[in-house]
């Protein structure tokens, strides 16, 4: 077979797997398709499949193919971390500064510090940080993957339970919002490369100048044009970041970032996103799942998913409990949104992606955290689907 004929049957397995296990499974209450599609790629990567059928797995993932696939991956993440950038809403966070600052500080504080703690004991042992990483970057990356809140899931979640247009959904996309901003600006901290600093810097000034011609410019055309316009400054701040040693994700986000949603309907865009979910990112997740690594021994791999799944979850919880005291919610208040902020799927995937190309994390630690946020991702509705039955009102309560 010609590589053309190996590509279109590695689609036709990319998307055919999921889909049966997700219709034919009804595991859409505790995985939803986008779950299902994660962990397919897991299991027809290196570890299971490689492992189980590998001429099978060399047939059909071969260099030429996976190069392929992984053209299509980095377009599919660039666009949805540009959508994620664009669905910020940092007006109402600023509307309600005090509580969304409480809020969101103490849900990212308390899980980053819990998964630095993990971090330092995984450095007592060999194989788990990058090699051209420093102890600081390998330590706070870590941690801050425990602390991530996968927004773009965040609201497909929150569609599902009812709750996304109600003032509790309101309220926790504002929270996720704000702790959006923290996350991608403390990978910029990690990346920075003191020996590229000037590179950096130029991007980060011709970014600000061009920014500002850039939204004179999308308010003066019509909506039919700003989708194009918006796809070129996409392409154009992903380049540019990259070329200076941030990381083409890096500047997807900061290209949605400085775009304003109600420069666009609604509708379309939400039927963007889940037309890149449908379309493009199942090759991501596979593409993801071929970069996992069982190098040294699945019991060490799955002990550090599980410790790493502990101070995600507790942390976040520790976090959201206390600023529901301090703000004085309702009994019962701060459990669902805490629950619902530890959700973490694609932006932490997409986050410990980064570190790994970028050597700070090894495929083995890369492995571990994939385990922790698709475990983090199924725990979500099954746990808050029964709270939200018994606290109906608070759906409903103002913010």
């Known amino acids: 077979m010609n590589t053309t004929e190996i590509f279109l049957i590695a689609m036709a397995i990319i ?3 999921p889909y049966l296990v997700w219709r034919l499974g009804g595991t859409d209450y505790f995985a939803p ?9 897991i299991l027809l990567g290196p570890g299971v499949l490689g492992r189980a059928y590998p001429d099978y797995y060399q047939f059909v993932f071969n260099a030429q193919v996976v190069q392929s696939l992984n053209g299509i991956a980095w377009w599919a993440v660039m666009l949805f971390v540009w959508i994620a950038g664009i669905e910020l809403d940092l007006k109402k966070a600023w509307q309600h500064r005090v509580e969304s600052g409480i809020t969101a500080g103490l849900a990212l504080g308390a899980p980053l510090a819990l998964g630095c703690v993990v971090a330092l004991g995984m450095l007592a042992s060999a194989g788990w940080m990058g090699p051209k990483a420093l102890s600081w970057q390998f330590v706070l990356g870590v941690g801050m993957s425990c602390a ?3 927004l773009p899931i965040l609201i497909l979640l929150m569609e599902k339970l009812e709750i996304l247009r109600q003032p509790i959904g309101q309220r926790i996309l504002r929270y996720a919002s704000v702790d959006d901003i923290a996350i991608w600006g403390v990978l910029a901290l990690i990346l920075m490369d003191w020996g590229r600093v000037g590179k950096q810097g130029l991007f980060l000034l011709a970014f600000a100048g061009l920014t500002w011609a850039f ?5 003066a055309i019509p909506e039919r044009d700003r989708w194009f316009v918006g796809l070129i400054w996409l392409a154009l701040c992903a380049f540019g970041a990259d070329w200076s040693g941030l990381h083409f994700m890096v500047g997807a986000f900061l290209a ?4 304003d949603a109600d420069w666009f309907d609604q509708a379309q865009m939400d039927l963007l996103r889940q037309h890149v979910l449908l379309v493009m990112m199942p090759v991501f997740f596979l593409s993801t799942g071929l970069r996992t690594n069982w190098a040294m021994g699945g019991a060490a791999v799955f002990v550090a998913a599980g410790a790493l799944l502990l101070a995600s979850v507790a942390g976040k919880l520790m976090g959201v409990h206390l600023a529901g005291r301090i703000l004085k919610w309702q009994p019962g208040e701060a459990s669902i949104i805490g629950w619902l902020l530890q959700t973490k799927a694609l932006i932490m995937i997409i986050f410990a992606n980064i570190l ?3 050597q700070i994390i090894t495929s083995e630690t890369f492995t571990a955290l994939l385990l922790m946020a698709v475990a983090s991702t199924m725990l979500t509705v099954p746990v808050v689907a ?4 018994r606290l109906k009102a608070l759906i409903f309560r103002a913010a």
């Open 15 to 17: 998307f055919t797997v």
């Open 33 to 41: 398709l986008v779950v299902v599609q994660i962990i397919a790629g």
């Open 148 to 150: 991530v809140t996968a």
């Open 215 to 219: 939204r004179h410019l999308m308010r």
């Open 256 to 259: 949605g970032a400085v775009m």
């Open 356 to 358: 790994l190309d970028k």
């Open 386 to 389: 029964p709270k939200l039955q």
